[in-house]
């Protein structure tokens, strides 16, 4: 251990730094392998003009920026990312706040809720589901003579609802269907953070007379900050990926009039014909705005946090 | 109660466990591009052939099994199949281009691969993609049939599969033109007769459809199911391919015909706003449905329209007999225009190492009169052989399901009539994107010039190197 000893000493140390390299190894090949080569030559390609017609090859030429050129001159790039921010936001709302409400109940020692672990097991299943499945669950139910829809003439409805043609019920579906699926793990990742703060400061701030929702705002958000900013940053990222959902439900058009179409819906548009010029342009765009996004949230809210964790 | 807990976890996760199993399980049997064990007793096929006897293996690449059971019936059972020879069946679903992905990514390896592809099956929207390329056999110069094997078969199942330069690529069973199938029921109620000659009558040319569509309407029946159905009547009468020589997409007058028709149809409550293949589409055909009729070819006819208008499907023990469903209420009439729907082709790969294997086959099931009589008498399906279908349609032959009604004399007086100059290879992308762009403007979520635009940029997308209209 101590770097300062006598030669014959060191001499015999056996320097444990090998192994911890030998035991990562695998991550960073796996990494190299799977992420980074793929990103580099994603960014690579995107300079390229490459397609098929056909059977055809066509390319690849260099083209320099004008996959970029043409992807914000021609495609509605900023209609599909616009799409993707409206259906996220519309998910993400509703999912930050029944889980945050589901965390303090279910963390409420004074609420003493029973079968608490049968409701955590429930509100989490539907995450295990497949999205695909799901939205062909969703699909189904929602025909035009689908359940859903019977249940609403028989309420003297005199025309189904066509709920896939109109631009608010696909949205809303797809939005509905993303605050289902990840509300659960949403609360599970809250509840870990509350359980994670010290009792006593609860107990404190009952003795001093405070509310519960007074606890609650003062007391246990400021806490679960960091743990806020982790759920955050994974849900924008998932949103901005969000893809298997909105394919299933709107198959693969984004319909109607495209208002449903993400950006890795149109990114998967353009596989077809394997145009991987264009594809990586869109996905080297994408990486971007992640990134920008992830670095403004991270430092929006860790910037205030540290100087809340000075001052303790 | 921590007990119970543990086995309410126990059981949860049991459940979530024979799901997730059962649900992958019958995912994955249709799917599977394993082949079906031959039951016709032939040779059985085998899953993974050894890599060095590609010359013993004859792979097959489709997208359905409606070839497989072809052949096993009628090549393998009358024992044409060579005893030393394999079948391999790859089968890939069409949905999403999947078929001719794997196909194509196949096809471009096929020089290295020492599993090589013999036959390959294409569809007409997509016939000239491969027609065009070397990877498909010329079949006279290459596998060797002669003019004289070809001689019964329909002149337009031939020019649809020769390319430019005059060669003939590929071969067919199967010819598919279109009719308009239907309810004998619901034409007596509102024209007074079902008899398919008086009918036609009614519906001899568009204006009079549209006349009786309102008449329909007045009765409460809807004249069409949805927005797809008289697509293919418009779309195989355009006067030019959708795609120019300068790589400009070309939308024809005829295909806005086909949705001014069908706005027209919808804001007045003509059609049932289904969409093609979609489960309230399959209802309107069955007993419940209050819809006229269907355009269909061939094969929809008595695979498709058959299996809808029983009311105890054929999985669940319900019989194809009079009394199960609308089961003979339907009849079939010539319809407005003529057209044809799909069809499938017989293309020999490039590099195939069963040349001789791939003649018998093209032969037998192509251009053999007595085999192709016997398909039509077994399935209903209309097979393209001039000579038999003749024979067939001036027989006492008749269909059961259409009320017996001699339906391939209709078929057989329809097929000549079949165009296929203006076919092109983007005619698949462009059905697909065309439909789908203008099922906005039905829908009235769009205007008619932004389902044009939104069409266009679905295209472009699809088919990079082509262009707007300036």
């Known amino acids: ?312 | 109660m921590k007990m119970h807990k543990r086995i309410l976890a126990f059981a949860m996760v049991s459940l979530m466990l024979i799901l997730t199993i059962t649900a992958c399980g019958s995912n994955q049997t249709p799917n599977a591009a394993n082949p079906a064990p031959s039951s016709q007793g032939g040779e059985p096929s085998s899953e993974t052939p050894p890599a060095s006897a590609s010359d013993k293996t004859l792979r097959i690449f489709a997208w359905n099994e409606e070839f497989q059971s072809r052949f096993n019936d009628y090549f393998i059972k009358p024992g044409k199949l060579p005893a030393d020879i394999q079948v391999e069946w790859v089968i890939t679903p069409n949905e999403n281009n999947a078929y001719q992905n794997k196909l194509d990514a196949e096809l471009r390896n096929q020089d290295s691969s020492d599993n090589k592809i013999d036959i390959f099956l294409i569809e007409a929207d997509y016939a000239a993609k491969y027609v065009d390329t070397d990877y498909s056999l010329d079949v006279k110069a290459d596998v060797g049939l002669t003019d004289a094997d070809l001689k019964d078969q329909y002149k337009y199942t031939q020019e649809i599969v020769t390319n430019t330069s005059g060669k003939l690529k590929g071969v067919t069973w199967q010819a598919t033109p279109g009719l308009f199938a239907y309810r004998r029921s619901i034409a007596k109620d509102v024209l007074g007769t079902d008899d398919p000659a008086e009918v036609q009558k009614y519906l001899s040319d568009w204006d009079k459809f549209n006349e009786i569509a309102v008449k329909m309407n007045a009765k409460g029946y809807r004249m069409l199911s949805g927005y797809d159905d008289s697509y293919r009547t418009f779309a195989n009468n355009i006067s030019a391919p959708w795609v120019d020589a300068n790589d400009v997409i070309r939308v024809d007058e005829n295909m806005f015909r086909w949705v001014d028709q069908t706005k027209d149809y919808t804001d007045k409550g003509y059609n049932n706003k289904t969409a093609l293949w979609a489960p309230e589409w399959g209802a309107d055909q069955g007993p419940e449905g209050k819809v006229f009729g269907f355009f269909y070819s061939t094969w929809g006819i008595n695979f498709t329209l058959l299996g809808n208008s029983l009311a105890v499907p054929l999985a669940e023990g319900g019989k194809a007999e009079v009394g199960n469903g609308i089961y003979g209420d339907y009849a079939v009439c010539e319809g407005p225009e003529s057209y044809y729907w799909g069809g499938t082709w017989i293309c020999a790969a490039k590099g195939s190492d069963n040349i001789d294997l791939v003649r018998e086959v093209m032969l037998t099931l192509t251009s053999d009169a007595a085999t192709m009589k016997q398909i039509t008498l077994d399935t209903e399906d209309y097979t393209n052989n001039q000579a038999a279908m003749t024979e067939i349609a001036n027989s006492d032959y008749q269909s059961a399901f259409l009320g017996g009604q001699n339906h391939i004399k209709m078929f057989a007086a329809a097929a000549p009539n079949i165009d296929m100059s203006n076919i092109s290879k983007y005619d698949q992308g462009m059905t697909e994107e065309f439909q789908k762009s203008f099922k906005d403007y039905f829908d009235g979520n769009v205007s008619r010039e932004e389902a044009l635009e939104n069409f266009y940029t679905a295209v472009i997308e699809k088919y990079p190197n082509l262009k707007k209209p300036a």
Request: aromatic share 16%; glycine share 8%.
């Open chain 1, 1 to 312: 251990m101590d770097e300062k000893g006598s030669p014959r000493k060191k001499s015999r140390s056996i320097s444990y730094g090998k192994w911890g390299y030998l035991f990562i190894a695998p991550f960073f090949l796996a990494y190299l392998v799977f992420s980074l080569i793929p990103l580099i030559s994603t960014f690579y390609n995107s300079f390229f003009e490459r397609y098929m017609v056909g059977l055809d090859l066509i390319g690849p030429t260099f083209v320099g920026l004008e996959n970029y050129y043409s992807l914000f001159t021609q495609g509605d790039f900023s209609k599909y990312l616009s799409n993707t921010f409206i259906i996220w936001i519309l998910g993400f709302v509703p999912q930050l706040l029944v889980s945050l409400l589901l965390a303090a109940w279910f963390t409420d020692l004074r609420l003493r809720l029973r079968a608490s672990g049968f409701f955590k097991t429930v509100i989490y299943m539907p995450n295990l589901i497949m999205a695909a499945a799901f939205s062909m669950l969703f699909y189904t139910i929602f025909a035009d003579a689908g359940p859903v829809n019977s249940v609403l003439m028989s309420m003297g409805m005199e025309s189904p609802y066509r709920f896939l043609a109109n631009i608010g019920s696909t949205r809303g579906l797809i939005a509905l269907m993303n605050f289902l699926m990840w509300y659960g793990n949403t609360t599970i990742l809250l509840m870990a953070a509350i359980m994670g703060i010290d009792p006593s400061l609860f107990e404190a701030a009952q003795i001093d007379g405070a509310s519960s929702p007074q606890i609650f705002r003062q007391v246990t958000l400021p806490l679960i900050k960091p743990i806020l900013i982790y759920v955050m940053i994974t849900s924008l990222i998932g949103g901005i990926q969000m893809f298997d959902v909105p394919q299933i439900l709107t198959n693969g058009n984004g319909n109607p009039n495209r208002t449903s179409m993400t950006l890795v819906m149109y990114l998967n548009k353009h596989l077809f014909s394997e145009n991987f010029g264009m594809g990586g342009a869109v996905s080297v765009i994408l990486f971007l705005i992640s990134a920008v996004l992830s670095l403004i949230v991270f430092y929006s809210f860790t910037g205030k946090m540290q100087r809340g964790g000075n001052k303790a």
